[in-house]
């Protein structure tokens, strides 16, 4: 019998501020691959196994997902194994859905395979539409009809399967580029996906598919082709490292001075961000699956705008703009991918930053420091970002809302305990 893992929950996270960090941490697998290769797992019978996946409530999720189309799934600390043999059923419900919009990624398997899928319209983080248009048009390009009815998007696949086409995506997007990557693998003739995203996310679960028989080139640049096969196999496959949960940790080494080391991630997936740390003054020191941040002098302020990547990440400009409320002078911070990702700022505002929103831009004045006060998560990165600030602030910080960083960090709070961050959390209230 396999161990279960379970994710701790917590009510609020503490902070005393004042410490300076230093040491190693080693980054978790990547959420938001760890999610799409769960999903990915439902294309072939048999038992795939996937390992360095996070510990984290959105895996939980996600996996809760998988067991309700009748996959059998076990886990450990350090690996989910998924028996995608019989499938007893093409429904994702709204009561899991609702909670993760990642969860979106099992319509592309469920109807390549199936032929057919039920899925709930998706939830998450409150951050912006992030509509599923792109999702639905370019499935529609490889045969896929839909309904809508009832919160529920219906697939259905033509009766002979899928067929290859050219999709032109509107926006590189993340999850669109994913769900028609993980449909085309089954699809006949050929697939072409122009303007797809790039991230290393996309790398990986193409590495993950070609493990499994699928034949894709082109993953990592904006035209991934893939030439469909008849069936694929189970295959193992180790998650990359999460760059988002590295990019926090190196932000909290720039805050406080470091040094701080952020193991298990290639320093190639975060060169706009090292970019931009080099920039705000501090030294960036990298190796092959290391990266090391410090500071001596005081902190340069630096504009940022958001892109897809290579450019600066959206999951990071909470923490980045942190960094910048302490730095030396004004920065802009523009945000270009999700409209509603400053809600968080007024928090920072209560802790003495000096923030004025205009439109999807950040005006960012640098001060001498911050108060620690009662501040709460409004989504994932906000709420990471805002333990960071307690850790630089004057006093006690109480965070609360955090089952929103639970989503997406593996050990948040060990992990800056372990760095000489003066840190608590406290367990939730039972319902």
């Known amino acids: 019998m396999v161990a279960e893992r379970r994710v701790a929950f917590v009510g609020s996270i503490f902070i005393r501020g004042g410490r300076t960090l230093t040491g190693t941490v080693e980054a978790a697998g990547a959420k938001n691959s760890a999610l799409k290769l769960l999903a ?5 019978p048999g038992r795939s196994r996937i390992a360095n996946v996070p510990d984290i409530s959105d895996v939980a999720t996600m996996i809760e997902v998988v067991r309700g189309l009748g996959a059998v799934v076990d ?12 499938l007893s059923s093409a429904e994702a419900p709204y009561e899991v859905v609702s909670r993760m919009r990642a969860s979106i990624a099992v319509l592309g398997p469920l109807v390549a395979r199936l032929g057919r899928a039920r899925v709930a319209m ?9 509509k599923v248009d792109m999702h639905i048009s370019g499935l529609e390009s490889l045969g896929v009809e839909f309904a809508f009815e009832h919160g529920y998007i219906e697939a259905t696949a033509p009766p002979g399967g899928l067929v290859g086409a050219h999709i032109m995506l509107e926006f590189p997007s993340v999850g669109a580029t994913e769900n028609l990557l993980m449909a085309s693998v089954l699809a006949s003739g050929t697939t072409v ?9 996309i790398v990986d679960l193409a590495e993950f598919l070609a493990a499994m028989g699928a034949r894709v080139t082109g993953a990592g640049t904006s035209t991934i082709e893939v030439e469909g096969v008849e069936a694929l196999a189970p295959a193992e496959h180790r998650v990359v490292g999460d760059r988002v949960e590295c990019g926090t940790y190196l932000v909290a080494g720039a805050l406080t001075g470091g040094p701080v080391t952020v193991r298990g991630v290639s320093p190639s997936h975060l060169e706009m961000v090292l970019l931009k740390l080099e920039q705000a003054g501090c030294e960036v020191r990298a190796t092959d699956d290391a990266i090391t941040v410090s500071r001596n002098g005081p902190l340069r302020a630096t504009d940022v705008q958001t ?10 400009q909470p923490q980045f703009m942190v960094l910048m ?23 920072l505002v209560r802790m003495g930053a000096d923030i004025r929103i205009e439109g999807h831009h950040a005006l960012v004045k640098g001060t001498p420091g911050l108060s620690g006060a009662p501040v709460r998560s409004t989504d994932l990165r906000a709420g990471a970002a805002l333990v960071l600030a307690g850790l630089v602030a004057d006093g006690r910080t109480e965070v609360g ?17 372990s760095l000489g961050a003066d840190i608590e959390s406290t367990a939730a209230p039972e319902c």
């Open 40 to 44: 990915a797992a439902l294309l072939a």
């Open 75 to 86: 886990s450990d600390a350090d690996s989910v194994s998924v028996d995608a043999t019989r």
């Open 122 to 130: 998706p939830g998450g983080c409150n951050i912006g539409s992030r």
């Open 193 to 201: 996906i122009d303007n797809a995203a790039r991230e290393p996310e």
């Open 307 to 316: 892109l897809p990547y290579p450019g600066f990440p959206t999951d990071m």
């Open 325 to 347: 409320t302490l730095a030396d002078g004004d920065s802009v911070i523009t945000e270009n991918v999700f409209e509603n990702r400053f809600m968080f700022a007024d928090e």
């Open 401 to 417: 809302e955090v089952h929103h960083i639970l989503r997406g960090y593996e050990g948040f709070v060990e992990k800056l305990a």
